[in-house]
């Protein structure tokens, strides 16, 4: 049986995932920055996501087929984006080559693919995820996987972008997590913070990170000094961040609620994508008492 959120939010060794997963996301932006921008931000990491569906098909009706018109419709219908703002990231994968045309059923239209660069690293990111869940429950799922990469991805992908759409949890953690994340590169920096705990003990009401260097997070993730500011002054503002010393001296440290924003957004991610493999792989595990244990 999946994982649940609830059982993932629940388990205080969940921390190590939730880690293990920041430092993979931010491992795929050192490596390349142009593909890691699509996971940097909340907004253009669901259009990605559906115009992977959309090029798969429907795990439901077999639909399949990617283009224009019919991917801005569906980020329209499901309040992803603006039809300006759908256009244009079609336009920005096309230049950045990770989508390129292909002959369609209808010859009126341009239909699209992702590149084997896009579908690489989103492959990636599912393995990355479905090794994190082996670990928890000593699960073959990543093996199974990597067994036959392009078929297992076109099957479980759909699944998971259908879910994640669909997930209030997924798309409104709360109010400081929307904040990075809907900003450009607030996600990358977000995952940055979080990456940095030492622990989580739930009773803190804060969790001090150590010296934080702005020059740091500026260079490392190309982000400018204003945009930088102004998302730490408003998480400030919030009371989820903040320094220990007065001048934004001393150590950085994080909320709370805003850790536990983060921690169930990834509860209620690896919950959808476990639920997904299993739907196409069967059950991680058969011996499920002795199974549910963190390693």
């Not at 569906?74 to 703002?85: E, L, M």
Request: proline fraction near 5%.
């Amino acid at each position: 049986m999946a994982f649940t959120a609830e059982t993932l939010a629940a388990d205080d060794r969940f921390l190590a995932a939730i880690l293990h997963c920041a430092d993979q996301m931010l491992s795929i932006y050192r490596e390349s920055p142009r593909i890691a921008s699509i996971f940097a931000a909340q907004q253009r990491w669901l259009m990605a996501h559906a115009g992977f569906a959309l090029h798969y098909g429907d795990p439901d009706d077999g639909r399949s087929g990617l283009y224009s018109g019919r991917f801005i419709d569906f980020a329209v219908r499901n309040d992803i984006a603006s039809r300006n703002t759908a256009a244009a990231f079609m336009q920005e994968m096309l230049a950045y080559r990770f989508l390129r045309p292909v002959p369609g059923p209808d010859k009126r239209t341009r239909y699209l693919e992702p590149t084997e660069t896009a579908e690489q690293h989103f492959t990636r990111w599912l393995l990355a995820h479905l090794m994190i869940l082996d670990s928890l429950d000593g699960g073959q799922r990543a093996g199974k996987v990597t067994a036959d990469a392009s078929a297992m991805m076109a099957a479980i992908q759909p699944r998971i972008a259908k879910a994640i759409i669909g997930s209030e949890r997924v798309r409104n953690p709360g109010p400081t997590f929307n904040l990075f994340n809907w900003a450009n590169t607030g996600g990358l920096v977000m995952d940055y913070l979080i990456s940095r705990l030492p622990e989580f003990p739930r009773a803190a009401e804060r969790v001090a990170v150590g010296p934080l260097s702005l020059r740091e997070i500026r260079e490392q993730f190309m982000i400018s000094n204003t945009h930088l500011k102004r998302l730490l002054t408003q998480a400030a503002a919030m009371k989820s961040v903040g320094w220990t010393g007065p001048s934004r001296k001393g150590d950085f440290w994080l909320s709370r609620r805003f850790i536990l924003e983060y921690w169930n957004y990834q509860a209620a991610k690896f919950a959808i994508i476990d639920a997904a493999a299993e739907a196409v792989l069967g059950p991680a595990v058969l011996d499920e008492p002795q199974a549910r244990r963190v390693v």
